[in-house]
T-cell receptor, first 112, second 115 residues
Framework: SQKIEQNSEALNIQEGKTATLTCNYT??????LQWYRQDPGRGPVFLLL???NEKEKRKERLKVTFDTTLKQSLFHITASQPADSATYLC???????????WGAGTKLIIKP | DAGVIQSPRHEVTEMGQEVTLRCKLI?????LFWYRQTMMRGLELLIY????????DSGMPEDRFSAKMPNASFSTLKIQPSEPRDSAVYFC?????????????FGAGTRLSVL
């Protein structure tokens, strides 16, 4: 069966450390993988996109890796800050023109 | 740009009542998605429109749900009659075909409570 999995438990990280979130999938062949941030009471906000032929993508303190052999994407936040606390969702795009397949999200808590 | 605008932000209604949720797309976007989010099931796609035409409504739970796009910038999602199990946060999102990477822009959502 097709599955996309993110850590269901909240991730607690000390301020200043690197936070690493995982997105694993089975039985999909994504052309793209996207990461979104969702704050309480708000809709998801796009952060980064990585293509299947890219190994790594960076944006300021954010880094995403994509390993199509392992069927896994890692999302890193370096020098984490309390303001980074939110739920982070990954979404797969099989290049179907419209539909994204969403993970359930991982709640990240950065402690001062 | 104002972004995707949804109304109302909160809706509390009684079982059996009709509920209408509204969404204004980002100007120039031509794809519209309605999602439902719950703790148990996460984000579920209900229906997708492209150029005002419903392309995929396979996620609509049942006939009590209907969605329309009367023009290129506006959509409604109607639930009639509403039931307690419809309680959730409903999001709409828009994107542009010119954005080949299918990046979606979400509204702030409507939190629906059916008593």
């Amino acid at each position: 069966s097709q599955k996309i999995e993110q850590n269901s438990e909240a991730l607690n990280i000390q301020e200043g450390k690197t936070a690493t979130l995982t997105c694993n999938y089975t039985n999909y062949s994504p052309a793209y993988l996207q990461w979104y941030r969702q704050d309480p009471g708000r809709g998801p906000v796009f952060l980064l996109l990585i293509r299947e032929n890219e190994k790594e993508k960076r944006k300021e303190r954010l880094k995403v890796t994509f390993d199509t052999t392992l069927k896994q994407s890692l999302f890193h936040i370096t020098a984490s800050q309390p303001a980074d606390s939110a739920t982070y969702l990954c979404a797969l795009d099989e290049d179907s023109n419209y539909q994204l397949i969403w993970g359930a999200g991982t709640k990240l808590i950065i402690k001062p | 740009d104002a972004g995707v605008i949804q109304s109302p932000r909160h809706e509390v209604t009684e079982m059996g009542q009709e509920v209408t949720l509204r969404c204004k797309l980002i100007s120039g976007h031509n794809s519209l998605f309605w999602y439902r989010q719950t703790m148990m099931r996460g984000l579920e796609l209900l229906i997708y429109f492209n150029n005002n035409v419903p392309i995929d409504d396979s996620g609509m739970p049942e006939d009590r749900f209907s969605a329309k796009m009367p023009n290129a910038s506006f959509s409604t999602l109607k639930i009639q009659p509403s039931e307690p199990r419809d309680s959730a946060v409903y999001f709409c999102a828009s994107s542009s075909d010119r954005n080949a990477k299918n990046i979606q822009y979400f509204g702030a959502g409507t939190r629906l409570s059916v008593l």
